[in-house]
């Protein structure tokens, strides 16, 4: 028997389940977790923002595949902290989020930085708890590892009282073990009927797809999947965090599943089976209209899932990876012929996208077009490097002209939209993968959400470099004003030209200014070169990217239908 303080329990605990760093912000009510980190050997890193470190845990998340955790003070540390948690249960990323809150005797009578902490964070995560008993910490760390990776992973929250903190545990030697079990605890497989069912659906199609989600992602799937194409040859396409499972350059790898950013992604309404791999029949699938009169078959650890908002042919709540290892094997024993047509008309449309994307990026217009930005950058990139997108229009045009390369490798907020995660992103990838070349590819308006921590980028010697298309506006809004309303009602939506480039270099990064094409490649190359911290701040051209200009049509439409039957 020994008697440690809470905070020691609780770092020792995390030490237990693999959590070699802590993101966090400091506050005086948790000084004994700082002390247990000096103690125990547990890197502490700060953040400017606990928005910002939210974003910068999950971008650390989404590049290994692994669950992080934050530690936040009580009352406004949390409140900060709500907008990244819910970006981070949109986009399925475990975030463990740890805050402190006053003793229990206080709560309910307006105790210091007194807030329903708790019940905050109820809506955006998978569990939010209140724990207030310094023996039952390792209990609950260990409900916490398990439940933000069960099902579709998400980010918990769990706010545990100062007295917890600082007061102390008497433990038995081994309380604090390695976890025995932290995987999904889904289904483990499908059953061997439904494996035929969907084997022999797929066989028989003209027009299979494959697209494969979240869940694919975070189960590890990715080399089983590359087997199971190759051995069926069925085209595939990747959407929000599965980006890169199967890099853009396989051969039966036809990019992006939104056809807002794809062209070829707009002949899934020809389908005629397909397979969704660990995602959701959400909005950016129309919810699930965009396939046509497709037969679905679909695989998703969260049984709520399973046929919403879309009938399906047939469908299994399990673990992504171990039914992609069923099928592998059971495909195997069967005959599979490439649907050359199809696949053809696929490969035709992505080079169709590539030549349009080149004479995009060739407009003479004033400012460097979007298109030529993200062509210079993808020159510069190799099989390793990371993206980091944000913006609205910027991080659109980027997605449009740049190819998926690794797993964990396409960080961008698909889900929500949300404006800052680029840079908190990239410096969590960067952190997790040193020699990787890690860009953020962002709009100017994005980029006032998250800028100071460029700073933390230069304290941490992370050197992350943001590529800024800065055209002085929020993008997509301002064309939407102009497109739906008139060039004289635009409001609210233009900015100034910020120097982001001197605002990098007065922070101690480097800085480049870019208001001419021919300059973009020279600026990259000395950014790159500068082993810094670095902002590319180019001057770009305000140019609609074709997501935003679809979705200024559909809006148009609506709008005339409504008027029509009004």
């Known amino acids: 028997m020994e008697k440690i303080t809470g905070g020691l329990l609780l770092i020792r605990t995390l030490k237990a389940h693999g959590i070699r760093r802590l993101f966090t912000i400091p506050g005086a009510p948790l ?9 125990e050997g547990i890197e502490v890193f700060t953040a400017r923002h ?38 981070a249960f949109a986009e399925c990323s475990p975030v463990i989020v740890l805050s402190g809150i006053d003793v229990p005797a ?34 609950y760390i260990a409900k916490a590892f398990r439940i933000s990776m069960n099902g579709m992973p998400g980010p918990v929250h769990i706010s545990i009282t100062t007295d917890t ?24 497989q499908a059953e061997p009927a439904f494996i035929e069912q969907a084997l022999e659906l797929l066989s028989k199609a003209e027009r299979p797809l494959i697209v494969a989600g979240a869940a694919a992602f975070w189960s590890h799937a990715g080399d089983l999947l590359r087997q199971f194409i190759e051995t069926v040859k069925i085209p595939l396409m990747t959407v929000e965090q599965a980006r890169g499972i199967i890099p853009d350059n396989h051969p039966y790898c036809f990019g992006d599943g939104y056809g807002t950013v794809n062209m070829a992604a707009q002949l899934e309404t020809r389908v005629d089976v397909l397979l969704l791999l660990g995602d959701r029949l959400d909005h950016a699938f129309a919810y699930g ?114 190819f998926a390369r690794r797993s964990g490798g396409w960080l961008a907020s698909t889900v929500l939209g949300h404006l800052g995660v680029g840079l908190p992103y990239a410096v969590g990838a960067k952190l997790a993968f040193p020699e990787a070349r890690v860009v953020v590819l ?24 943001i590529v800024v298309a800065n055209d002085a506006a929020f993008g997509v809004e301002v064309y939407y004003q102009q497109k739906w309303f008139g060039p004289d009602r635009v409001v609210g939506t233009e900015l100034t030209n910020t120097r982001w480039d001197l605002l990098a270099a007065s922070l101690g990064a480097h800085g480049e200014y870019v208001d001419a094409p021919e300059q973009l490649r020279p600026a990259l190359e000395r950014a790159f070169a500068s082993g810094k911290p670095a902002c590319v701040n180019v001057m770009s051209q305000r140019t609609p990217s074709p997501q935003t200009e679809i979705f200024s049509r559909i809006y148009l439409r609506k709008r005339a239908n409504a008027r029509k039957n009004a």
């Open 165 to 188: 903190i600082s007061g102390l545990v008497e433990v038995d030697e081994g309380v604090v073990s390695p976890p025995t079990n932290t995987q999904p605890t889904a289904a483990a």
């Open 50 to 87: 606990e928005s910002g470190l939210i974003h910068i845990a999950e971008g650390w998340s989404r590049a290994t595949g692994n669950p992080s955790v934050v530690l936040v003070s009580p009352g406004p540390g949390l409140a900060n902290s709500v907008a990244g948690i819910s970006i």
């Open 442 to 465: 962002t709009g100017d308006g994005a980029l006032g959400f998250s800028a100071m921590e460029m700073e933390t980028a230069v304290r941490y010697h992370i050197p992350v470099v």
């Open 289 to 402: 209209s965009c396939f046509g009169s497709a037969k679905i078959i679909h695989i998703c650890p969260d049984a709520n899932e399973i046929g919403k908002n879309h009938p399906i042919e047939c469908g299994v709540a399990c673990d992504v990876r171990a039914a992609t290892a069923q099928l592998l094997e059971a495909a195997k024993s069967r005959p599979w012929k490439e649907p050359s047509e199809w696949v053809a008309l696929l490969r035709q449309t992505r080079c169709d996208q590539v030549t349009r994307v080149q004479k995009m990026s060739a407009s003479t217009h004033p400012g460097v077009p979007p298109a030529r930005i993200a062509l210079e950058v993808e020159k510069l990139l190799d099989e390793q490097s990371i993206l980091a997108f944000d913006g609205g229009d910027f991080s659109s045009w980027a997605r449009y002209c740049m």
């Open 106 to 139: 206080n709560l309910g009578r307006g105790g210091r930085q007194e807030l329903p902490q708790v019940a905050m964070c109820a809506p955006v995560t998978k569990w939010s708890a209140m724990l207030s008993s310094g023996t039952r910490i390792p209990e």
């Open 31 to 39: 000084f004994p977790v700082y002390e247990a980190c000096l103690d």
